[in-house]
Every structure is written in structure tokens, then in C-alpha cells.
């Protein structure tokens, strides 16, 4: 009610607050608009949704709690909490490694995203915390113009497709000085997103930040001018990361990692272009493959895991990499002395300056084979 009487006002100008010292549990909720001004949601005490698989109203979606659909002109805020009470759907046998002896029981496994705008423009994040998500913290899907500022997401390292942010079908995305400590990605970029600036993220413990994955079931993904600059990824099972099924077409270019400092990560650098969603599946070699081209890597130093490579460039046979520019890598053991040979497969680029470890598999020149595939055909989602 508070929402509708909002939404509907004639003013300019209209603020629902969630009062400080209050904890509101929500069921399931889309928030529709447009609205005829524009609208704050002033979060200053807490949010919470029912606790758990059992408590979940019967006829309604498992898969999202919250959403914002069609909002032009919106302000998420607050000095509150919006608290995802996730314990007990991470502990759902269907979970990675949560059935009998550490299996994962098959069958459906729909947990709720926590906060989910769809198709708005002109939004605003900013100054908020929000915990404990079943599944994606905070996701958007077919905005424009979206600004993320200083919140601060927080769930266990252990905690199943707990991805801190994540944008897909996006454009014109800012996501600043906010702090990520999840199970899962800090900030995920899915397909027909362009134009993303992301600066001064701490990120982990996690999986790093990650574009992708991208071209499952052979679909077109298209992603370009990502920047993702001035952070620190700490203790994280990745840390920048381009991943994409074989099988897949379109392309990730324009993607630009600069000015980064990693603490003790696995993988700091990789490209990945035989991810698979199950440990030990065999990822097939296929004929078309997303187009991984025009990535810089700039002024990268700190520790890495000595399980994983400091750097790791596997490209697809069909579809090699190209134009990977290196420049300012330092890249050093968190303990002792053994230092890890980069790695890359297919990979074509260059150095702009000498590296720490060195970089000798890169492979010079431009490939023929990727004069033939059909990038061209990726548009803007508008």
C-alpha cells in the first residue's frame, strides 16, 4: 500500500521509509511501476523475507523475493539492513556438496535472488547493506542507467550462488566503493551488457569478479567496454575472470582490468573458454565459441595461490583469443619460493612491458580463423 500510494502520487518527489529500529518481514513482491515521479526507498531499519524453504508461500515463485519492475526514476538507500535469511536454503540437498556424503541430490533447486530491478532506468543503490541471500544478492536485468554506491554485501564463504551484484541485458552500469564478501562471484556480467564502469571494489573472500559465463546451449552473447579498475580482490578463488561454454557465438571485447591489487588469489588472471558448471565434466572441443578479443591488463600486482597459475589463457581451438595486452604484472607466491609458469592455450597477444612471472606462450600475430566468425551480428539491447 505504501508503494502504491507512492507510485501513484502527482508529486515530483516521493520517499517510503523502512523506519530505523523496525524489522519488516516481506513475502515475495513485485514493485511495479512506472511511477509518476521519482521514488526513494529509504531502508533504514531491516528487511527481512520468510525463513526458509518451509515458510515460503506456497503459490509463489521460489526463485525471486523482491523485485522492481519497470521503475524510471528510483533511489534504493539506506543506513539499514536487508537481511536474506539464506542459512536454510543453502543447506537443500539439491546444494553443491549439501547431500548425503557430500553429494549433490538432483532435481529442482530454485532459491530466491534477493533484490532483482527489471527493465528500469535511472537507478540508484547506494549506501546500504544487504546479507544472506538464498541465491544473487542484488541483480539487474534490462536497466539503463544504474548507479551503485557504497553498499556493502556480505555472505559465507561457503554459501552456494551467493553472487554479491549481478547485470545482465544492462547498459551504462557504475558500481563503486562497495565492499563484497560472498561465496560465489563479487560481481557477475552476463550477456548484452556494455558500457560498465566498475572502481574501487574490495572483493573476497569469493570467486573474484567475472564476465560470464557466456554461450551456454550455444547461445550469442555479446559483451563489450567493461572496465573494472582501482580494487582490491582478496583471497578469492578467482580474480578477473572471462569465462564462456565452447559452443557459444557473439563476443566480450573492449574489456579493460587496470590498477588492481590481489591477496593471496587463485587464478588471478584467467580466461576460460571450457567452463563447465560440474567439477571433472569433460568440456568438449566445438566449432563456434564466444570471441574473447581487445583485453588489457594493466598495472596488476600482488599474491597468488601456487595451486593455480598467476595467469591463464585457455582459448578455444576454433576461436583463439586475441589482441590480450599485458602491461605492469607483478605477480608473486603468497608462501614460499616456487613461482608458477603462466599458461595459455591459443591465446594470441602481446607485452607492453616485461612481467612477473614472465609471459612466453602468448603467440604473436592475428589468427585467419577469426576473420571468418560473425561478430558483426551482436546489437545493443535497447
Known sequence: MAWDTACESESEFNVIIVPKGFSFLIRPTIFTGPCHGYLVLKVDGTIMPPDGPDSWPK???????????????????????????????????????RGPNGTTAPGPCDSPMAINFFMGSNLTVQELRVRDSPQIHLRFDACRSVHIESIHIKAPRLSPNTDGIHIENSTDVKIYNTVISNGDDCVSIGTGCYDVDIKNITCGPGHGISIGSLGKYNSRACVSNIKVRDSVIQMTDNGVRIKTWQGGSGYVSGITFSNIHMYNVRNPMIIDQFYCLKEGEVCRNKTSAVVVSDILYRNIKGTYDIRSPPMRFACSDSVPCTNLTLSDIELLPDQGDMVVDPFCWNAYGDLRTQTIPPVFCLLDGFPQSILHNDIAHCTRYS
Open 59 to 97: 503459490n509463489n515463485t521460489k526463485r525471486l523475493w523482491l523485485v522492481f519492475y519497470r521503475i524510471n526514476g528510483m533511489s534504493l538507500e539506506g543506513g539499514g539492513l536487508i537481511d536474506g535469511r539464506g542459512d536454510k536454503w543453502w543447506e537443500l540437498p539439491c546444494k553443491p556438496h
